[in-house]
């Protein structure tokens, strides 16, 4: 099991920042939301109240293709300072299967799955290494509990009026 402390933020740059052009919308709190339920044995990634079935996340991705597309990232653009690694597990990683962003705050994208894989390409002279860049609208869905749900929403659109007074 890994540990994971502060959530781990992609650097600003041009695929993670959000231009003024570009208006995020606000999220509205769905009555017939359902949390995404766990398993024993799933991976899940906790960031605060807000905490994702990371496992449920992969089967998605793997059944809907279409909805998702690799793409290659510099490595030296992901931060993963504040997370724990298991440096003994990293010889056991493959760094070709691709990690996930998730979009955490309009424009802003968290590390929330292959720590492991960012770590040991960075140890290994990686330059890239394939992410899936996931939507608040695609990973919403993979939140485990109600109570984050709405905490969520609440955030994103807290996030969304400030963008908005700043324009």
Not at 2 to 30: A, E, K, W
Not at 37 to 56: Q, R
Request: hydrophobic share 35%; charged share 25%; glycine share 4%.
């Amino acid at each position: 099991m890994v540990n994971i402390s502060l959530p781990t933020v992609v650097r600003s740059t041009g695929f993670s920042s959000l231009s003024n052009s570009i208006m995020q919308h606000y999220l509205s709190l769905d009555k017939n939301f359902k949390p995404c339920p766990s398993a024993e044995g799933d991976e899940l990634f906790p960031n605060g109240i807000f905490v994702f079935n990371i496992s449920s996340m992969h089967g998605y991705i793997q059944d809907n293709p279409d909805l998702f597309y690799p793409e290659d990232i510099a490595v030296k653009d992901i931060n993963t300072a504040s997370s724990i690694i298991n440096e003994e597990h990293l010889d056991s990683v493959d760094v070709t299967k691709p990690v996930i962003l998730a979009e955490i705050a309009p424009g802003r994208y968290n590390l929330i799955d292959g720590h492991h894989r960012v770590r040991k390409a960075a140890r290994d002279n990686i330059d890239t290494i394939k992410v899936y860049r996931l939507k608040a609208s695609q990973h919403i869905h993979f939140l485990t509990s109600r109570k984050g749900y709405e905490k969520y929403v609440e955030y994103w659109n807290d996030k969304i009026k400030d963008q908005r007074k700043s324009q």
